[in-house]
Protein backbone atom coordinates (compact mmCIF):
# COMPACT_ATOMS: atom_id res chain seq x y z
CA UNK A 1 0.00 0.00 0.00
CA UNK A 2 0.94 3.61 -0.28
CA UNK A 3 1.95 4.89 2.23
CA UNK A 4 -0.48 8.22 3.45
CA UNK A 5 0.74 9.86 6.34
CA UNK A 6 4.03 9.88 7.64
CA UNK A 7 4.03 10.90 11.18
CA UNK A 8 7.22 11.32 14.60
CA UNK A 9 5.34 11.32 17.81
CA UNK A 10 7.88 12.31 20.25
CA UNK A 11 6.28 10.58 23.46
CA UNK A 12 4.93 7.14 23.91
CA UNK A 13 0.96 8.97 24.14
CA UNK A 14 1.42 10.78 20.94
CA UNK A 15 2.60 7.59 19.29
CA UNK A 16 -0.26 5.23 20.43
CA UNK A 17 -2.94 7.91 19.46
CA UNK A 18 -1.47 7.77 15.98
CA UNK A 19 -0.83 3.84 16.08
CA UNK A 20 -4.45 3.52 17.40
CA UNK A 21 -6.52 2.59 14.44
CA UNK A 22 -4.09 -0.52 14.08
CA UNK A 23 -3.16 0.40 10.11
CA UNK A 24 0.37 1.92 10.83
CA UNK A 25 3.86 0.39 10.11
CA UNK A 26 6.15 1.50 12.98
CA UNK A 27 10.18 2.69 12.30
CA UNK A 28 12.44 2.42 14.49
CA UNK A 29 16.51 1.55 13.50
CA UNK A 30 14.92 0.10 9.90
CA UNK A 31 18.05 -2.53 10.14
CA UNK A 32 14.87 -4.91 9.35
CA UNK A 33 12.04 -3.09 7.96
CA UNK A 34 14.07 -1.84 5.18
CA UNK A 35 15.38 -5.15 3.70
CA UNK A 36 11.28 -6.74 4.37
CA UNK A 37 9.46 -4.20 2.57
CA UNK A 38 12.47 -3.88 0.02
CA UNK A 39 11.81 -7.76 -0.73
CA UNK A 40 8.51 -7.37 -0.73
CA UNK A 41 8.18 -9.32 2.25
CA UNK A 42 6.30 -7.18 4.38
CA UNK A 43 3.89 -4.42 3.12
CA UNK A 44 3.83 -0.81 4.37
CA UNK A 45 0.43 0.12 5.79
CA UNK A 46 -1.54 3.05 5.54
CA UNK A 47 0.89 5.34 7.97
CA UNK A 48 4.68 5.23 9.18
CA UNK A 49 5.10 6.13 12.22
CA UNK A 50 9.04 6.96 13.43
CA UNK A 51 9.59 5.99 16.79
CA UNK A 52 12.92 7.44 16.98
CA UNK A 53 12.36 10.93 18.40
CA UNK A 54 10.68 9.57 21.69
CA UNK A 55 13.27 9.69 24.09
CA UNK A 56 11.43 8.17 27.13
CA UNK A 57 11.75 5.17 24.94
CA UNK A 58 15.99 5.15 25.33
CA UNK A 59 17.98 3.78 28.40
CA UNK A 60 19.15 1.60 31.24
CA UNK A 61 18.02 1.83 34.46
CA UNK A 62 18.22 -0.07 37.73
CA UNK A 63 15.64 0.86 40.52
CA UNK A 64 14.81 -1.00 43.48
CA UNK A 65 16.38 -4.15 41.93
CA UNK A 66 14.30 -3.99 38.67
CA UNK A 67 16.57 -3.08 35.21
CA UNK A 68 14.68 -1.60 32.22
CA UNK A 69 15.86 -0.89 29.38
CA UNK A 70 13.67 1.31 26.87
CA UNK A 71 12.71 -0.18 23.90
CA UNK A 72 14.28 2.47 21.57
CA UNK A 73 18.30 1.87 23.83
CA UNK A 74 20.11 0.45 20.65
CA UNK A 75 22.50 -2.78 20.71
CA UNK A 76 25.54 -0.21 20.90
CA UNK A 77 24.12 1.47 24.10
CA UNK A 78 24.10 -2.35 25.46
CA UNK A 79 27.54 -3.38 24.48
CA UNK A 80 28.98 0.20 26.18
CA UNK A 81 26.60 0.13 29.43
CA UNK A 82 29.27 -0.10 31.98
CA UNK A 83 26.12 -0.90 34.72
CA UNK A 84 24.91 -4.16 32.47
CA UNK A 85 29.16 -4.83 31.99
CA UNK A 86 28.84 -5.12 35.62
CA UNK A 87 25.62 -6.59 36.69
CA UNK A 88 24.19 -8.41 33.54
CA UNK A 89 27.29 -9.28 31.34
CA UNK A 90 25.73 -11.43 29.72
CA UNK A 91 23.83 -9.19 28.29
CA UNK A 92 26.74 -7.08 26.96
CA UNK A 93 28.09 -10.72 25.21
CA UNK A 94 25.07 -11.20 23.57
CA UNK A 95 25.54 -7.56 21.99
CA UNK A 96 28.98 -7.81 21.10
CA UNK A 97 27.88 -10.67 18.58
CA UNK A 98 25.42 -8.98 17.13
CA UNK A 99 25.96 -8.06 13.46
CA UNK A 100 28.52 -5.11 12.72
CA UNK A 101 29.36 -2.18 14.42
CA UNK A 102 27.05 -0.21 12.43
CA UNK A 103 24.19 -2.14 12.18
CA UNK A 104 24.28 -2.36 15.63
CA UNK A 105 23.74 1.86 15.92
CA UNK A 106 21.04 1.72 14.59
CA UNK A 107 19.65 -1.51 15.63
CA UNK A 108 17.18 -1.38 18.80
CA UNK A 109 16.23 -3.66 21.46
CA UNK A 110 12.32 -3.51 20.60
CA UNK A 111 13.19 -3.84 16.87
CA UNK A 112 15.18 -7.48 18.11
CA UNK A 113 12.33 -8.61 20.14
CA UNK A 114 9.35 -7.05 17.68
CA UNK A 115 10.95 -8.68 14.30
CA UNK A 116 9.98 -11.54 16.50
CA UNK A 117 13.15 -14.13 14.59
CA UNK A 118 13.51 -17.44 16.28
CA UNK A 119 17.17 -16.14 15.98
CA UNK A 120 17.02 -13.17 17.55
CA UNK A 121 20.14 -13.09 19.67
CA UNK A 122 19.27 -10.18 22.17
CA UNK A 123 15.79 -12.47 22.91
CA UNK A 124 18.08 -15.45 24.04
CA UNK A 125 19.89 -13.45 27.82
CA UNK A 126 16.61 -11.68 28.20
CA UNK A 127 14.79 -15.34 28.54
CA UNK A 128 17.87 -16.53 31.01
CA UNK A 129 16.52 -13.47 33.14
CA UNK A 130 13.13 -13.71 32.50
CA UNK A 131 12.54 -10.46 31.05
CA UNK A 132 9.04 -9.01 30.77
CA UNK A 133 7.80 -6.63 27.62
CA UNK A 134 5.89 -3.88 28.59
CA UNK A 135 3.27 -2.33 25.70
CA UNK A 136 1.50 0.11 25.66
CA UNK A 137 -1.96 0.98 24.00
CA UNK A 138 -4.86 3.71 23.49
CA UNK A 139 -7.86 2.53 24.41
CA UNK A 140 -11.31 4.52 25.43
CA UNK A 141 -9.33 7.77 25.25
CA UNK A 142 -6.24 7.16 27.73
CA UNK A 143 -3.23 5.51 27.92
CA UNK A 144 -3.43 1.45 28.82
CA UNK A 145 -0.20 -0.48 29.75
CA UNK A 146 0.31 -4.22 29.92
CA UNK A 147 3.06 -6.15 30.50
CA UNK A 148 4.25 -9.97 29.42
CA UNK A 149 6.28 -12.27 30.23
CA UNK A 150 8.98 -12.47 26.96
CA UNK A 151 8.80 -15.93 26.55
CA UNK A 152 4.89 -15.29 26.07
CA UNK A 153 5.37 -12.68 23.63
CA UNK A 154 6.60 -14.97 20.58
CA UNK A 155 3.82 -16.79 18.92
CA UNK A 156 5.02 -17.93 15.60
CA UNK A 157 8.43 -16.70 13.45
CA UNK A 158 7.64 -13.18 12.85
CA UNK A 159 4.50 -13.53 15.36
CA UNK A 160 3.83 -11.75 18.12
CA UNK A 161 1.10 -11.48 21.23
CA UNK A 162 1.11 -7.92 20.08
CA UNK A 163 -1.70 -5.73 18.56
CA UNK A 164 -1.76 -3.87 15.75
CA UNK A 165 -2.66 -0.57 17.83
CA UNK A 166 0.06 -1.09 20.42
CA UNK A 167 4.23 -0.06 20.94
CA UNK A 168 6.74 -1.84 22.91
CA UNK A 169 7.97 0.93 25.02
CA UNK A 170 10.60 -1.13 27.23
CA UNK A 171 11.96 -4.54 28.61
CA UNK A 172 12.14 -5.33 32.21
CA UNK A 173 14.08 -7.76 34.47
CA UNK A 174 14.63 -8.31 38.39
CA UNK A 175 17.93 -7.87 38.85
CA UNK A 176 20.06 -11.56 38.58
CA UNK A 177 19.88 -13.60 42.41
CA UNK A 178 23.12 -13.41 44.14
CA UNK A 179 25.48 -15.99 42.44
CA UNK A 180 23.66 -16.19 38.96
CA UNK A 181 25.40 -16.57 36.00
CA UNK A 182 24.43 -16.88 32.46
CA UNK A 183 26.71 -17.29 29.60
CA UNK A 184 25.67 -17.08 25.77
CA UNK A 185 26.90 -18.91 22.70
CA UNK A 186 25.99 -18.38 19.04
CA UNK A 187 27.12 -20.10 15.92
CA UNK A 188 27.84 -18.93 12.44
CA UNK A 189 30.55 -19.45 9.82
CA UNK A 190 31.89 -16.27 10.36
CA UNK A 191 31.95 -14.11 13.49
CA UNK A 192 30.57 -11.23 12.30
CA UNK A 193 27.25 -10.12 10.26
CA UNK A 194 25.83 -13.83 10.85
CA UNK A 195 22.41 -15.05 11.62
CA UNK A 196 22.76 -17.86 14.32
CA UNK A 197 22.43 -21.33 13.36
CA UNK A 198 22.16 -21.87 16.71
CA UNK A 199 22.13 -19.78 19.76
CA UNK A 200 21.91 -20.50 23.55
CA UNK A 201 21.63 -19.25 26.92
CA UNK A 202 22.29 -21.01 29.77
CA UNK A 203 22.33 -19.91 33.35
CA UNK A 204 22.49 -21.32 36.92
CA UNK A 205 23.40 -20.47 40.57
CA UNK A 206 26.18 -23.63 41.61
CA UNK A 207 26.56 -24.28 44.70
CA UNK A 208 28.59 -27.28 45.79
CA UNK A 209 28.40 -28.57 42.08
CA UNK A 210 24.74 -28.33 42.93
CA UNK A 211 22.96 -26.15 40.08
CA UNK A 212 19.34 -24.06 41.37
CA UNK A 213 18.00 -21.40 39.38
CA UNK A 214 18.62 -23.25 36.40
CA UNK A 215 17.54 -21.74 32.98
CA UNK A 216 18.40 -22.94 29.22
CA UNK A 217 17.21 -20.78 26.25
CA UNK A 218 17.30 -21.79 22.94
CA UNK A 219 17.66 -19.77 19.31
CA UNK A 220 17.04 -20.62 16.20
CA UNK A 221 15.86 -24.51 16.79
CA UNK A 222 12.25 -23.90 16.92
CA UNK A 223 9.49 -21.73 15.31
CA UNK A 224 9.88 -18.97 18.38
CA UNK A 225 13.30 -18.57 20.70
CA UNK A 226 12.34 -21.20 23.22
CA UNK A 227 13.02 -21.93 26.92
CA UNK A 228 14.14 -25.37 27.27
CA UNK A 229 12.13 -26.52 30.36
CA UNK A 230 12.43 -30.31 30.44
CA UNK A 231 16.62 -29.43 30.67
CA UNK A 232 15.85 -27.32 33.24
CA UNK A 233 13.98 -29.38 35.30
CA UNK A 234 16.64 -32.24 34.43
CA UNK A 235 19.39 -29.95 36.04
CA UNK A 236 17.75 -28.18 38.62
CA UNK A 237 18.60 -29.32 42.33
CA UNK A 238 21.28 -31.59 40.87
CA UNK A 239 24.93 -32.73 41.11
CA UNK A 240 26.43 -31.33 38.17
CA UNK A 241 28.39 -34.38 36.80
CA UNK A 242 28.96 -36.05 33.62
CA UNK A 243 26.06 -38.29 33.55
CA UNK A 244 23.83 -35.23 34.27
CA UNK A 245 25.53 -33.45 31.21
CA UNK A 246 24.94 -36.36 29.40
CA UNK A 247 21.28 -36.55 30.42
CA UNK A 248 20.90 -32.27 29.63
CA UNK A 249 22.18 -32.69 26.41
CA UNK A 250 19.40 -35.90 25.46
CA UNK A 251 16.76 -33.84 27.30
CA UNK A 252 17.53 -30.61 24.69
CA UNK A 253 17.48 -32.23 22.36
CA UNK A 254 14.28 -33.72 22.92
CA UNK A 255 12.89 -30.42 23.07
CA UNK A 256 14.34 -28.48 19.79
CA UNK A 257 12.45 -29.08 16.42
CA UNK A 258 14.78 -27.36 13.98
CA UNK A 259 14.55 -27.16 10.27
CA UNK A 260 16.73 -27.65 7.52
CA UNK A 261 17.60 -24.15 5.77
CA UNK A 262 20.19 -21.99 4.02
CA UNK A 263 21.79 -21.56 6.89
CA UNK A 264 21.90 -24.81 8.05
CA UNK A 265 20.59 -28.54 8.32
CA UNK A 266 18.24 -29.82 11.13
CA UNK A 267 20.57 -32.26 11.85
CA UNK A 268 23.43 -30.01 12.09
CA UNK A 269 21.16 -27.93 14.76
CA UNK A 270 20.13 -30.77 16.77
CA UNK A 271 24.02 -31.70 17.01
CA UNK A 272 24.77 -28.12 17.64
CA UNK A 273 22.47 -28.49 20.63
CA UNK A 274 23.84 -31.11 22.25
CA UNK A 275 27.46 -29.24 21.69
CA UNK A 276 26.51 -26.33 23.12
CA UNK A 277 24.83 -27.45 26.07
CA UNK A 278 27.90 -29.22 27.18
CA UNK A 279 29.67 -26.12 26.65
CA UNK A 280 27.79 -23.77 28.28
CA UNK A 281 27.12 -26.03 31.63
CA UNK A 282 30.99 -26.62 31.37
CA UNK A 283 31.30 -23.04 32.09
CA UNK A 284 28.10 -22.37 33.83
CA UNK A 285 29.04 -25.42 36.87
CA UNK A 286 32.31 -24.26 37.49
CA UNK B 1 0.85 12.96 -6.06
CA UNK B 2 2.10 10.38 -3.61
CA UNK B 3 3.12 11.54 -0.11
CA UNK B 4 6.43 14.00 0.19
CA UNK B 5 7.82 15.15 3.25
CA UNK B 6 10.16 18.01 3.83
CA UNK B 7 13.52 17.53 5.96
CA UNK B 8 15.99 19.40 7.38
CA UNK B 9 19.32 18.59 8.62
CA UNK B 10 23.05 19.06 8.55
CA UNK B 11 25.06 17.56 5.81
CA UNK B 12 28.54 17.62 6.09
CA UNK B 13 28.08 21.26 7.90
CA UNK B 14 25.46 22.68 5.50
CA UNK B 15 22.00 22.97 6.38
CA UNK B 16 19.93 21.24 3.88
CA UNK B 17 16.57 20.93 3.15
CA UNK B 18 14.78 19.04 0.88
CA UNK B 19 11.60 16.87 0.28
CA UNK B 20 11.88 12.82 0.13
CA UNK B 21 9.61 10.28 -0.17
CA UNK B 22 8.68 8.34 3.25
CA UNK B 23 10.14 5.25 2.09
CA UNK B 24 13.14 6.32 0.25
CA UNK B 25 16.26 5.14 1.76
CA UNK B 26 19.14 7.77 3.30
CA UNK B 27 21.80 5.75 0.55
CA UNK B 28 19.29 6.92 -2.53
CA UNK B 29 19.11 10.35 -1.13
CA UNK B 30 22.20 10.95 -0.80
CA UNK B 31 23.75 9.61 -4.43
CA UNK B 32 20.46 10.58 -6.93
CA UNK B 33 19.19 13.89 -5.08
CA UNK B 34 21.92 15.21 -3.69
CA UNK B 35 24.96 14.23 -6.14
CA UNK B 36 26.89 12.66 -3.32
CA UNK B 37 28.32 9.70 -4.92
CA UNK B 38 31.11 8.83 -2.80
CA UNK B 39 28.88 5.92 -0.49
CA UNK B 40 28.08 3.16 -2.57
CA UNK B 41 25.21 0.54 -3.38
CA UNK B 42 26.55 -2.46 -3.51
CA UNK B 43 24.41 -5.08 -1.25
CA UNK B 44 21.51 -2.78 0.02
CA UNK B 45 21.01 -5.25 2.56
CA UNK B 46 23.49 -4.10 5.57
CA UNK B 47 25.96 -6.51 4.90
CA UNK B 48 28.63 -4.81 3.26
CA UNK B 49 29.12 -1.56 4.53
CA UNK B 50 29.95 0.33 1.32
CA UNK B 51 26.88 3.02 1.81
CA UNK B 52 28.86 3.90 5.49
CA UNK B 53 27.69 7.43 6.80
CA UNK B 54 28.03 9.28 10.27
CA UNK B 55 24.57 10.29 11.63
CA UNK B 56 25.11 11.89 14.49
CA UNK B 57 28.45 10.86 15.23
CA UNK B 58 27.83 7.18 14.78
CA UNK B 59 28.40 5.11 11.75
CA UNK B 60 25.37 3.69 10.32
CA UNK B 61 24.55 1.72 6.56
CA UNK B 62 22.76 4.55 4.52
CA UNK B 63 21.07 1.73 2.47
CA UNK B 64 19.02 0.33 5.88
CA UNK B 65 18.32 4.01 6.82
CA UNK B 66 15.14 6.04 5.78
CA UNK B 67 15.62 9.19 4.38
CA UNK B 68 12.42 10.76 6.36
CA UNK B 69 14.80 9.66 9.32
CA UNK B 70 17.37 12.01 8.49
CA UNK B 71 15.42 14.94 9.99
CA UNK B 72 17.14 17.18 12.20
CA UNK B 73 20.11 15.30 12.62
CA UNK B 74 23.96 15.76 11.25
CA UNK B 75 25.12 13.84 8.42
CA UNK B 76 28.54 13.44 7.75
CA UNK B 77 29.88 11.45 3.96
CA UNK B 78 32.95 10.91 2.76
CA UNK B 79 32.05 13.92 0.76
CA UNK B 80 33.25 16.46 3.96
CA UNK B 81 36.24 14.78 5.10
CA UNK B 82 38.89 16.30 3.09
CA UNK B 83 39.46 20.48 3.92
CA UNK B 84 40.91 22.59 1.65
CA UNK B 85 44.35 22.09 3.61
CA UNK B 86 44.22 18.54 1.97
CA UNK B 87 42.98 14.97 3.02
CA UNK B 88 41.88 13.65 6.21
CA UNK B 89 44.41 11.97 7.60
CA UNK B 90 42.86 7.85 7.28
CA UNK B 91 42.46 9.22 3.74
CA UNK B 92 45.89 10.21 3.35
CA UNK B 93 46.94 7.14 5.20
CA UNK B 94 45.28 4.55 2.77
CA UNK B 95 46.71 6.30 -0.07
CA UNK B 96 50.37 5.71 1.87
CA UNK B 97 49.41 2.20 2.43
CA UNK B 98 47.74 1.49 -1.26
CA UNK B 99 45.11 0.11 0.51
CA UNK B 100 42.93 1.29 -2.02
CA UNK B 101 42.53 -0.96 -4.80
CA UNK B 102 39.20 -0.54 -7.33
CA UNK B 103 37.91 1.90 -4.56
CA UNK B 104 34.40 0.56 -4.60
CA UNK B 105 34.65 -0.12 -0.95
CA UNK B 106 36.75 2.63 0.01
CA UNK B 107 34.44 5.39 0.97
CA UNK B 108 32.66 3.31 3.76
CA UNK B 109 35.70 1.49 4.60
CA UNK B 110 37.25 4.99 5.58
CA UNK B 111 33.83 6.36 7.25
CA UNK B 112 33.79 3.25 9.58
CA UNK B 113 37.67 3.80 9.88
CA UNK B 114 37.13 7.04 11.34
CA UNK B 115 34.40 6.25 13.60
CA UNK B 116 36.25 3.29 14.96
CA UNK B 117 39.47 5.77 15.70
CA UNK B 118 37.04 7.99 17.69
CA UNK B 119 35.26 5.19 19.32
CA UNK B 120 38.17 3.10 20.38
CA UNK B 121 35.82 0.71 22.37
CA UNK B 122 38.29 -0.15 25.23
CA UNK B 123 39.66 3.71 25.73
CA UNK B 124 42.24 3.05 27.91
CA UNK B 125 44.19 1.37 25.51
CA UNK B 126 45.73 1.65 21.85
CA UNK B 127 44.10 -0.66 19.57
CA UNK B 128 45.92 -3.53 18.04
CA UNK B 129 45.25 -4.57 14.81
CA UNK B 130 42.75 -7.49 15.94
CA UNK B 131 40.76 -4.65 17.39
CA UNK B 132 40.91 -2.74 13.95
CA UNK B 133 40.15 -5.84 11.72
CA UNK B 134 37.33 -6.48 14.25
CA UNK B 135 35.86 -2.90 13.85
CA UNK B 136 35.80 -2.98 10.40
CA UNK B 137 34.02 -6.30 9.91
CA UNK B 138 31.02 -4.86 8.54
CA UNK B 139 33.11 -3.25 5.58
CA UNK B 140 33.38 -6.14 3.27
CA UNK B 141 36.44 -5.22 0.29
CA UNK B 142 35.69 -7.11 -3.04
CA UNK B 143 39.18 -6.73 -3.84
CA UNK B 144 40.51 -7.90 -0.54
CA UNK B 145 42.77 -5.74 0.38
CA UNK B 146 42.23 -5.79 4.32
CA UNK B 147 46.11 -6.21 5.29
CA UNK B 148 47.02 -3.24 3.83
CA UNK B 149 44.07 -1.22 5.01
CA UNK B 150 44.61 -2.51 8.53
CA UNK B 151 48.05 -0.84 8.12
CA UNK B 152 46.58 2.31 6.97
CA UNK B 153 44.31 2.59 10.02
CA UNK B 154 47.07 0.93 12.21
CA UNK B 155 49.38 3.89 11.33
CA UNK B 156 47.05 6.43 12.25
CA UNK B 157 46.59 4.74 15.44
CA UNK B 158 50.38 5.52 15.93
CA UNK B 159 49.64 8.91 14.59
CA UNK B 160 47.15 9.93 16.53
CA UNK B 161 48.10 8.54 19.29
CA UNK B 162 52.31 8.43 19.25
CA UNK B 163 52.97 7.04 22.91
C1 LIG C 1 23.17 -7.26 7.86
C2 LIG C 1 22.31 -7.54 9.05
C3 LIG C 1 22.80 -8.28 10.11
C4 LIG C 1 22.01 -8.57 11.21
N1 LIG C 1 22.55 -9.31 12.22
C5 LIG C 1 21.78 -9.63 13.29
C6 LIG C 1 22.33 -10.42 14.35
O1 LIG C 1 23.52 -10.75 14.37
N2 LIG C 1 21.50 -10.78 15.36
C7 LIG C 1 20.19 -10.41 15.40
O2 LIG C 1 19.50 -10.76 16.32
N3 LIG C 1 19.66 -9.63 14.42
C8 LIG C 1 20.42 -9.24 13.37
N4 LIG C 1 19.87 -8.46 12.37
C9 LIG C 1 18.46 -8.04 12.45
C10 LIG C 1 18.18 -6.61 12.97
O3 LIG C 1 19.30 -5.78 12.90
C11 LIG C 1 17.66 -6.61 14.41
O4 LIG C 1 16.53 -7.43 14.53
C12 LIG C 1 17.36 -5.20 14.97
O5 LIG C 1 17.43 -5.26 16.36
C13 LIG C 1 16.02 -4.62 14.55
O6 LIG C 1 15.87 -3.35 15.18
P1 LIG C 1 15.50 -2.02 14.36
O7 LIG C 1 15.47 -0.92 15.36
O8 LIG C 1 16.36 -1.84 13.19
O9 LIG C 1 14.01 -2.40 13.92
P2 LIG C 1 13.14 -1.99 12.65
O10 LIG C 1 13.67 -2.59 11.43
O11 LIG C 1 12.88 -0.52 12.65
O12 LIG C 1 11.79 -2.73 13.08
C14 LIG C 1 11.71 -4.14 13.13
C15 LIG C 1 10.24 -4.56 13.28
O13 LIG C 1 9.76 -4.30 14.59
C16 LIG C 1 8.70 -3.34 14.58
N5 LIG C 1 8.98 -2.46 15.71
C17 LIG C 1 10.17 -1.82 15.94
N6 LIG C 1 10.14 -1.19 17.14
C18 LIG C 1 8.91 -1.44 17.67
C19 LIG C 1 8.27 -1.06 18.91
N7 LIG C 1 8.92 -0.32 19.83
N8 LIG C 1 7.02 -1.50 19.13
C20 LIG C 1 6.38 -2.25 18.22
N9 LIG C 1 6.91 -2.64 17.03
C21 LIG C 1 8.18 -2.24 16.76
C22 LIG C 1 8.76 -2.69 13.23
O14 LIG C 1 7.50 -2.26 12.80
C23 LIG C 1 9.30 -3.82 12.36
O15 LIG C 1 8.29 -4.70 11.98
C24 LIG C 1 20.66 -8.11 11.26
C25 LIG C 1 20.17 -7.34 10.21
C26 LIG C 1 20.96 -7.05 9.12
C27 LIG C 1 20.41 -6.21 8.01
S1 LIG D 1 25.07 -1.28 0.33
FE1 LIG D 1 24.56 -0.78 2.37
S2 LIG D 1 25.57 -2.33 3.49
FE2 LIG D 1 25.90 -2.96 1.44
S1 LIG E 1 39.07 -1.77 -3.15
FE1 LIG E 1 37.81 -2.85 -4.53
S2 LIG E 1 36.16 -3.41 -3.29
FE2 LIG E 1 37.58 -2.74 -1.87
Redesign the pocket.
Known sequence: MNIENYEVPVSIVEAVQSLQHGDATILAGGTDLTPQTTSGAKEFLRTLINIQHIEEMRGISVDDGRYRIGGLTTVTDILESALLAAEVPVLVDAADHFASSQIRNAASLAGNICNASPAGDMIIPLLLLDAEVELAGWIDGTLSMRSIALIDFFTGPGKTAMQGNELLTSIVFAAPVEGFRAEFLKSGPRPALEISMVSMGVAAVQKEGVLSNVRVAIGAVAPTPIRARATEAVLEGQLLDESLVDEAAAAAGREVSPIDDVRASAWYRSHLTGVYIRRLLNVVGN | MSLEIEIKFSLNGRQTRLKVSPTMTTLAMLREKLDLTGGKLACGEGECG?CTVLVDGHTINSCLMFAVDCDGRELQTIEGLATDAGLEIVQQAFVDHG????????PG?IMQARYLLDHNPDKGRKMTRDDIARGLEGN??????YTKVVDAVAAVVLEESPS
Open positions: AAIQCGYCMMVCRCSG
